[in-house]
Nanobody, 123 residues
Framework: VQLQASGGGLVQPGGSLRLSCAASGRTSAMAWFRQAPGQEREFVAAIRWRDRVTNYADSVKGRFTISRHNAQNTGYLQMNSLKPDDTAIYYC????????????????????WGQGTLVTVSS
């Protein structure tokens, strides 16, 4: 399975962006992680497909929504009310196994990763 992330760009504070992650095959769960310059990679959001269980980092709850287009095997991250602190390279990740809910925020859960897409929030 391969993942292709897209949708990053430059947006003003308060604006919105939608990231996409297209998978070449089936995954059981999908997540987004991000890494800002000089910082560690951090978890953003995840979804387990079979029951639509989601998990969000506290910093994005209420602003970001993770979802999926079933027919196209594509995941999305809708980002609203963006802040300068959201500036980072965003990576999508997929798991082809059977993840448990508690493992969704953990990077090592995922065995396939897409390339990053840069999101810059600035006026």
């Amino acid at each position: 399975v391969q993942l292709q992330a897209s949708g990053g760009g430059l947006v003003q504070p308060g604006g919105s962006l939608r990231l996409s992650c297209a998978a070449s095959g089936r995954t059981s769960a999908m997540a987004w992680f991000r890494q800002a310059p000089g910082q560690e990679r951090e978890f953003v959001a995840a979804i387990r497909w079979r029951d639509r269980v989601t998990n969000y980092a506290d910093s994005v709850k209420g602003r970001f929504t993770i979802s999926r287009h079933n027919a196209q095997n594509t995941g999305y991250l809708q980002m609203n009310s963006l802040k300068p602190d959201d500036t980072a390279i965003y990576y999508c990740a997929g798991d082809t196994g059977s993840p448990i809910v508690s493992s969704l925020p953990v990077a090592s859960t995922y065995n396939v990763w897409g390339q990053g897409t840069l999101v810059t929030v600035s006026s």
